[in-house]
């Protein structure tokens, strides 16, 4: 089981343009989502801002409200980065997820960066490919 986790983490970060590899807050994202497939919610915990890890207190917390409110997001199929773009304090990255059902869902990841480098301030889940942010 945990080798075919490891394929798996592997695979997504291969599936990954060459470019968002490179881009701190696509690495910040791919990073958190791969934690979450490993169910270490210690590390994605560490990519919320200082306001989330206020909000929920505890990784364990964290990680419930994923698994419950961002299924996509704890066990996705497929990752895509999108496009950035700054608005106000935050940059939003938008990324579409294939769940195991093969829907698609298309987020937007609101960044800040702070001390520690960039960190997730809150994740809006978008209506579809052509939703705006």
């Given at each position: 089981?945990?080798?075919?986790?490891?394929?798996?983490?592997?695979?997504?970060?291969?599936?990954?343009?060459?470019?968002?590899?490179?881009?701190?807050?696509?690495?910040?994202?791919?990073?958190?989502?791969?934690?979450?497939?490993?169910?270490?919610?210690?590390r994605a915990y560490a990519h919320a801002s200082p306001s989330i890890k206020r909000l929920f207190?505890?990784?364990?917390?964290?990680?419930?409200?994923?698994?419950?409110?961002?299924?996509?997001?704890?066990?996705?199929?497929?990752?895509?980065?999108?496009?950035?773009?700054?608005?106000?304090?935050?940059?939003?990255?938008?990324?579409?997820?294939?769940?195991?059902?093969?829907?698609?869902?298309f987020l937007a990841y609101a960044m800040v960066e702070g001390p520690e480098g960039w960190q997730?301030?809150?994740?809006?889940?978008?209506?579809?490919?052509?939703?705006?942010?």
């Amino acid at each position: 089981m945990t080798a075919l986790l490891h394929r798996l983490v592997f695979c997504l970060v291969l599936a990954l343009p060459l470019s968002a590899k490179a881009d701190p807050i696509q690495n910040v994202i791919s990073d958190q989502i791969a934690a979450f497939l490993a169910d270490d919610f210690d590390r994605a915990y560490a990519h919320a801002s200082p306001s989330i890890k206020r909000l929920f207190q505890t990784p364990e917390r964290f990680g419930q409200m994923v698994r419950e409110g961002y299924p996509m997001v704890y066990r996705p199929e497929a990752v895509t980065m999108l496009e950035q773009q700054e608005i106000g304090p935050h940059t939003i990255q938008r990324v579409m997820l294939r769940d195991a059902a093969g829907r698609l869902h298309f987020l937007a990841y609101a960044m800040v960066e702070g001390p520690e480098g960039w960190q997730i301030n809150g994740v809006q889940i978008l209506r579809g490919p052509d939703a705006g942010v």
